[in-house]
């Protein structure tokens, strides 16, 4: 059994910022690929960010240069920086992560429950 927990979200105003942790836990041999995805009022979940084990870092466009992705693999943790946040940032925010539970299992995909972000004055 692997958990997902996020924290971080809550109420900021326009321009400020927050930052997401994540927290992997369980049955865990190893982690590939960890995420960041939101879901906005309306609309459908999009990715956020994602970053491998070894670092490297993917990003949506709407993002890029105000949100930064990064991880501890010895924690199994993983953070999303955002800055400049605006109206619309809002959204829930849900970890993901490709886990191998055992080292003769296959990789499967896990999520959070999600943390709500809300950017308003």
């Known amino acids: 059994q692997v958990q997902l927990v996020e924290s971080g979200g809550g109420l900021v105003q326009p321009g400020g910022s927050l930052r997401l942790s994540c927290a992997a836990s369980g049955t865990i041999f190893s982690i590939k690929a960890m995420g960041w995805y939101r879901q906005g009022p309306g609309k459908q979940r999009e990715l956020v960010a994602t970053?491998?084990?070894?670092?490297?870092?993917d990003y949506a466009d709407s993002v890029k240069g105000r949100f930064t992705i990064s991880r501890d693999n010895a924690k199994n943790t993983v953070w999303l920086q955002m800055n400049s946040l605006q109206p619309e940032d809002t959204a829930v925010y849900y970890c993901?992560?490709?886990?191998?539970?055992?080292?003769?299992?296959?990789?499967?995909?896990?999520w959070g429950k999600g943390t709500l972000v809300t950017v308003s004055s």
């Open positions: 993901n992560a490709a886990v191998l539970p055992r080292y003769y299992s296959g990789y499967a995909d896990y």
């Open positions: 970053i491998s084990s070894g670092g490297s870092t």
